[in-house]
């Protein structure tokens, strides 16, 4: 099953009490949110609690965004300690909320060469994963590492590949619109899509076939590749009507989490929409 859902709260629900926005979605039809840790892990362990409540009420389907300042590409033993408290911190937190899945970034190269921000990243990884098993915080918990927009980025899709190969607790978010950014718009047509799905059902482990994570929004895309989430009344790509295509081909169990600027819950109800009436 598909569940469609945005990323936080978009320009018409921000002012309204979080804990409303479960009952919100599920009316709209949505059981799929992501709540952003993005800039700190804020929520307090009553209201993480209650928010859980809400969403189990509601059957919403929850995950989380870990912050933007993790980065696993550092050569630095204290920021890869600091890396270490972040992720307990966001999973402790989740347990509270029932949330499975934590999205997170690799990290940006920082000047150093692909090869060599990579296998650090890999690095750090597998360590930050030895500590999280030995505090037996891994139990139902999937940590979903995100292909990326920019070029400065670790995130292709083979990368993110190769990461979640690393453990059984990883497992990919596929960011449709950075995947798109950073190839310079190479997500065209139908079959683009269905390369991509693809390519992670044939690369990934077994164990690990039809889940991932999705991320789908239209971004704009210089020569550097991301420079800004749109609407889906703006003019940009990549295109959804193509992705939801796409997707009907296959019988994945997969949230997919809207991230427009803005305008991220009528645009998950765009899409749930055409993926309900779409006949292929
Ligand atoms: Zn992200």
Redesign the pocket.
Known sequence: MILFGPSGRDELTKKIDVLKIPQILADLGLYAFEYAFTHGVRINDENAIKFGCECKKYNVSLSV?APYYISLTTSDPIKQKNNIIYFEQCIKKMKLMGAKVL?F?PGSLFGQTREHAFSLCKKNLKEIIMHLREAKLLNGIYLCP?TMGKLGQIGTIDEIIELCNIDKNLVPTL?FGHINSFTGGQLKQIDDFKLIFDKVNTFLEKQKKDRFHI?FSKIKYGIRGEIKHLKFNELGEPDYHKFISALKNYSFNVNVICESSGSQISDAVIMKNLYQNLNI
Do not use: A, I, R, W
Request: charged letters at 35%; a negative charge.
């Open positions: 965004h999205v970034h995100e960011d991320h």
